[in-house]
């Protein structure tokens, strides 16, 4: 299911942007309002599942917290494994670690070491809601391949493109953006 321009439209349409939140200057997409907009998330669901029915994934991992919405949903709709890429400290066994920076300090992200059930060469594709500077997907996609996996494509509803963070990422899976902004 390839989205026409009247779907990209929906999409868009369904999510709200809020002015100076979390900081002045900062245009905040909200996506709640397209997770209480049934046409727009089932569209979006099936248009996610239609792209990666084929790519023979055994599990689809989410960041932290957004991440968690779509990629449960598209485990569940593919018949395979969900696993959550979370912040420090909110997992309660073995993990492995990847700190990024931040333009105020720095901060990290974790996996559980048998996150892939320890199984190697596995299919995972990683999925989040926004790419804006890509330091929390490239963590998040550089701790996956620690695990011997293979991480197919980095998937993100939204690539907004003024800090280049999807071509940064690349250089390290493939990137898919639903809409472009």
Not at 106 to 110: A, G, H, K, L, P
Not at 150 to 153: A, S
């Given at each position: 299911?390839?989205?026409?321009?009247?779907?990209?439209?929906?999409?868009?349409?369904?999510?709200?942007?809020?002015?100076?939140?979390?900081?002045?200057?900062?245009?905040?997409?909200?996506?709640?309002t397209?997770l209480?907009?049934?046409?727009?998330?089932?569209?979006?669901?099936?248009?996610?599942?239609?792209?990666?029915?084929s790519y023979n994934?055994?599990y689809?991992?989410?960041?932290?917290?957004?991440?968690?919405?779509?990629?449960?949903a598209?485990?569940?709709?593919?018949g395979?494994?969900?696993?959550?890429?979370?912040?420090?400290?909110?997992?309660?066994?073995t993990?492995?670690?990847?700190?990024?920076?931040?333009?105020?300090g720095?901060?990290?992200?974790?996996i559980?070491?048998?996150?892939?059930?320890?199984?190697?060469?596995?299919?995972?594709?990683?999925?989040?809601?926004?790419?804006?500077?890509?330091?929390t997907?490239?963590?998040?996609?550089?701790?996956?391949?620690?695990?011997?996996v293979?991480?197919?494509?980095v998937?993100?509803?939204?690539?907004?493109?003024?800090?280049?963070?999807?071509?940064k990422?690349r250089e390290?899976a493939p990137v898919?953006?639903?809409l472009?902004?």
């Open positions: 299911m390839v989205l026409n321009d009247n779907d990209k439209k929906i999409l868009v349409d369904s999510i709200r942007s809020v002015n100076d939140f979390p900081k002045h200057g900062i245009v905040f997409k909200d996506i709640t397209l209480n907009n049934k046409v727009a998330f089932k569209l979006l669901m099936n248009h996610l599942e239609d792209r990666y029915k994934l055994d689809v991992a989410g960041i932290d917290s957004r991440g968690f919405i779509f990629g449960a598209l485990a569940d709709r593919l395979v494994g969900f696993v959550p890429v979370r912040k420090k400290g909110k997992l309660p066994t993990t492995v670690c990847e700190k990024y920076e931040l333009e105020y720095f901060d990290e992200v974790e559980h070491l048998d996150a892939f059930n320890n199984e190697k060469n596995v299919n995972v594709l990683l999925i989040d809601d926004i790419i804006v500077s890509g330091g997907a490239n963590a998040a996609a550089t701790l996956i391949k620690k695990l011997d293979n991480l197919v494509e998937c993100f509803l939204m690539n907004i493109q003024i800090l280049d963070g999807a071509k990422l390290i898919y953006s639903v472009e902004i």
